[in-house]
């Protein structure tokens, strides 16, 4: 029997619809924004409670797409982090911690990344903020060329803080140049021995907007003393309160010329990571002193992302995904008496920790996907890491992953797009130990670990666990009750599979 020809329109047209709502990831090639905010809490913006600070901007987001709320950071801190994010690989499989100034690139330029894949996929890619995964191959020469850098490791266009406004050098880097560099003031830098440069803020504290620590009282640049030294490169300085402005309006650019074609934007805030320095606009937009500020700061230059989306007209074209590197802290090097805990605010929201801490408020992170008329508004409890954005993302483009390629990062579309809340089995959280996510059971192995002097002061749980902590987080958030003794057979099980995941012969996907 012969069908009639409507009749095969027809039938050609009801499977074109059944078929893109079914297998969306493999035809579908959004725009994808990732935010990637600085030290920003859990509990930091208004649709996780927040108290003392207003985020209209990044509470509009939630509102018009998913709300996670057990999605994590790969890492407690920010370089082991970003290096996760960005290879699909936990970070203690290079021995990525966090990095000085003039470290060299710690990412292999041979390895595939997610910027990598997406090139493949058809993307213009680019980065605008915080880098902090090292430069060069040792032997930085900062008055030519950078390489290897962002470009080596899949982008097409780079903006950079090179490390931290906390470290030397304090220069802007756009395609691995230093800008507005005199060449007859050339930039050096060190990270060892004394430099002939700067003044030290130990030595001329007069000169400080904002009081530090030990560690962050050499080169002071801009009002701010920070960690090493540097010479040279006067008219190439930054100044700390042109941060927002600057970075938003290369991102806005970069969004801007890619408009008819499809781009990853990986817009790495430097917000709220110290020192904490709000512009004049957003001083006092808080009750929290200088850190809410800049969480204000931040919202601001979210709200300006989606106001150029929606200009351009690529709103329902593209993918937003807002999240945190590390859990929250206080005053972590220099003195701005921010009032964190104003009122009823709590940064890590009801969970446990901060930054550096292996409990959950170190790694479990504000996480929003927003893309309109694709993602459903609302709210999802699935267990998710970092780590799976490349392979979800991967699937998103229909772009294969190849063996040995992201050994560590699981495909979860479905839960980015707020299809499905079937996360993770199990999750490794990384600190100065590892803990290691079972549902809503919370392993943590008995460890004492040479924690650096300066975080055994300021901070009380990083890495002293004389005996197994085991927590049920479904009736427990704060991980306050110690279950190690009552249950010794998941205790057994737990730490098997996480002795597994670290010698890679159990993986967490």
Known sequence: MT?????????????????????????????????????????????????GVNTPNVDKLAQSGVNF?????????????????????????????ILSGDAPLIIDVEMETMPKMLQKAGYHTGIVGKWHLGLGDGNVDWNEEVKPGPREVGFDYSFLIPATGDRIPTVFMENQRVINLDPYDPIEVSYGSRLDGYPLGSERPELLKQHADPMHLQS??????????????E???????????????????????QKDNP??????????????????????KSLMGPRGDVIAQMDWCVGEITKTLEKLEITENTLLIFTSDNGPILDDGYFDYARELVGSHLPAGPYKGTKYSIYEGGTRMPTIVSWPGTVDPGENSALISQTDFY??????????????????????????????????????????VYGIRHHNWKFIPAKNVNVPEWLRIKYVDPGFFPEPQLFDLSID???????????????????????????????TK
């Open 3 to 51: 069908l009639k020809p409507l009749y095969k329109i027809s039938l050609v047209f009801i499977f074109s619809i059944f078929y893109s709502g079914s297998a969306l990831s493999q035809n579908v090639k959004p725009n994808i924004v990732l935010i990637y905010v600085d030290d920003l809490g859990y509990g930091d913006i208004g649709v996780n409670g927040a108290v």
């Open 69 to 97: 709320t057990d999605a994590h950071s790969s890492s407690s801190t920010c370089t082991p982090s970003r290096y996760s994010l960005l290879t699909g690989s936990h970070a203690f499989r290079n021995n990525a911690a």
């Open 220 to 233: 002071i640049t801009n009002g701010f003393s920070r960690i090493g030294y540097m010479n040279g490169g």
């Open 235 to 257: 008219s190439a300085l930054w100044v700390d309160e042109e941060f927002p402005f600057i970075l938003t309006e290369k991102a806005v650019d970069f969004m801007k010329a």
């Open 263 to 284: 781009f990853f934007l990986f817009f790495s805030l430097h917000d709220i990571h110290q020192p904490r320095v709000a512009n004049v606009e957003f001083v006092r």
């Open 391 to 432: 392979a979800s993302l991967a699937k998103l483009v229909g772009q294969p992953i190849e063996k040995g390629n992201a050994v560590d990062s699981g495909e979860f579309l479905d839960v980015l797009l707020n299809k499905s809340e079937k996360g993770r089995e199990y999750l490794l959280e990384e600190a100065y």
């Open 477 to 507: 958030p704060f991980e306050s009750n110690n279950l190690a003794n009552k249950y010794p057979d998941k205790v057994k099980e737990m730490e098997s599979k996480l002795n597994a995941i670290v010698k890679g012969e159990f993986s």
